[in-house]
């Protein structure tokens, strides 16, 4: 692609806010937004498979770097596998290593806002289907 495609990734805000600022890498356009809602900066790359371009790279040098991911098998190999990938080309990075099983960034949204009494259909069925024990 073209670099027009890494603005759906996130980059063109990340060359708007102050440097030094703590993002998160996540996987995938959907958890960008869930990360954006929460009020934290996100990059997406598309998939555990793929590694920001260079000028991506260039412009997380600028900022601290949190690797999340999904989490899934996947997600796991490729929060160690991105870490690794970008500490080599100099960006200051480290994972979070606190993602549950199953979960992405949007889930947690969705639960936090389920837990916190939203009614709308899919806080709803979240709590339908996660049962919270008082």
Request: a negative charge; one cysteine or more; charged letters at 25%.
């Amino acid at each position: 692609g073209t670099p027009d495609h890494l603005v759906g990734c996130g980059l063109k805000r990340l060359l708007e806010i102050p440097e030094m600022t703590k993002v998160y890498v996540v996987e995938g356009f959907k958890d960008l937004l869930a990360a954006r809602t929460m009020g934290v900066e996100a990059y997406a790359i598309p998939g555990t498979g793929v590694m920001p371009p260079d000028r991506s790279i260039e412009v997380l040098r600028r900022h601290n770097v949190i690797v999340v991911l999904d989490g899934d098998q996947a997600g796991a190999l490729g929060r160690e596998h991105l870490v690794s990938y970008l500490s080599e080309r100099g960006v200051a990075c480290k994972p979070y290593s606190k993602v549950r099983e199953g979960m992405d960034i949007a889930d947690i949204l969705v639960e936090k806002h389920a837990l916190n009494n939203c009614t709308c259909s899919t806080c709803v069925e979240w709590m339908r289907q996660h049962p919270v024990s008082m």
